[in-house]
């Protein structure tokens, strides 16, 4: 049984590289195929795999760069020759779902969203950038949107990292899919959950538009509350700029500093458009709550107030509404039991996706190509 496995693109360690590491430890003959590819930004189980690039790996700075390149992302992954192949797994936000599989393959897709960039985040994407972005996206959007679907029949089974996401692949594919929620790491789950908070709130993740960090910074700015970030992207540098002395940037961590920056943080702040939400997971696994925007994979992700709430929920994803929330969170600050977040956590544990995920697999590889869990 040989399958392939197939990711948009491996430059850093996040929550869909998390998701394809799994499918590495459940698939442990399976090629992966992927448009770039930064040499040790990953995990050491898909760097031990055969990891092949497309033609964007040879062009100067393309590593850096690509987010540029989507106009020719579809052109890119369709050009992977796969004979040979019996079966297709894609993990994909991107294009990965479009790549051409053999004709006798079984092609499964995990989804982590249809491409938001071109679907309900194109305004965040496209309307706050340069005149020269605005254009390009007006011109580039209808084509991809084009693809997106038409490619979406290569696809024998997909699987959605949400119900927010499975009804996307409802509206913009008209495809049924099932719900498998990725995992939240084992490490977030060792020791005690911590029971003190510290002295400053936290925001984790890719400086991406759909994050809103801009949003959490302004509102934070208001508040005079310390805020350390954690993570890196295009928009990064900017911000650091803009942000007032109570807001310090950490960068990427380690593990091990994750953790200790969740432990001792008052709150995650989540006020993102988000696919899923594994951060607020993250947090509730050590004992943290969450102050998130109620919209998107959140919604399923974090508990309002009630027996056993998780977070707080604010609807107007604006630095008012983010502040208001952050208000409110400190009125009901002592409602939040560590032990309780923690217990919500658990449903999210790596072995519960595991498991879900290898029937999902045998669905249509069979047993023969899945390891045994």
């Known amino acids: 049984m040989k399958v392939a496995l197939v990711h948009d693109w491996l430059v850093g360690m996040r929550g869909g590289e998390k998701c394809l590491d799994l499918m590495c430890e459940l698939l442990p003959g399976a090629e992966v195929f992927t448009l770039l590819h930064v040499p040790g930004s990953v995990g050491a189980r898909i760097e031990a795999r055969p990891i092949h690039t497309s033609f964007l790996q040879r062009i100067p700075f393309a590593t850096r760069s690509y987010p540029y390149f989507l106009p020719i992302f579809p052109w890119a992954i369709e050009q992977f020759d796969l004979r040979g192949f019996d079966a297709v797994v894609s993990v994909s936000h991107c294009v990965a ?5 053999p004709p006798a393959a079984w092609h499964g897709c995990y989804c982590l969203t249809p491409m938001r960039y071109i679907w309900d985040a194109y305004g965040a994407y496209f309307d706050r950038g340069s005149g020269a972005l605005r254009v390009a996206g007006r011109v580039a959007a209808p084509w991809l949107r084009m693809w997106d679907v038409a490619s979406s029949a290569r696809v024998d089974s997909f699987a959605a990292i949400s119900e927010h996401v499975r009804q996307r692949i409802a509206r913009y594919y008209h495809r049924e899919s099932s719900v498998i929620y990725p995992p939240v790491d084992d490490f977030f789950f060792e020791g005690a959950p911590a029971d003190e908070p510290g002295d400053y709130f936290l925001s984790v993740g890719a400086a991406a538009p759909n994050k ?23 928009g990064t540098d900017r911000l650091r700029r803009i942000a007032p002395p109570n807001v310090s940037f950490f960068g990427w961590s380690t593990e091990e500093e994750l953790l200790s920056l969740y432990r001792r943080a008052r709150a995650l702040v989540f006020p993102g458009y988000d696919d899923f939400g594994l951060t607020p997971l993250e947090a509730a696994a050590v004992g943290r709550p969450t102050i998130a925007f109620a919209g998107g994979g959140a919604l399923e992700t974090v508990l309002p ?6 977070g707080v929920l604010f609807e107007r994803q604006d630095a008012d509404g983010l502040v208001a929330a952050v208000e409110h969170f400190l009125a009901v600050e002592a409602s939040f039991e560590p032990a309780r977040l923690r217990e919500h956590a658990l449903r999210f544990k790596r072995s519960e996706t595991r498991h879900a995920l290898a029937q999902f697999l045998r669905s249509g590889i069979g047993s023969a190509g899945v390891a045994r869990c």
């Open 212 to 234: 809103r960090l801009d949003l959490t910074i302004e509102a934070f700015r208001r508040l005079r509350l310390p805020l350390v970030v954690v993570g890196a992207g295009p």
């Open 305 to 310: 107030e009630g027996a056993a709430p998780t």
């Open 97 to 101: 779902k479009g790549i051409v599989p």
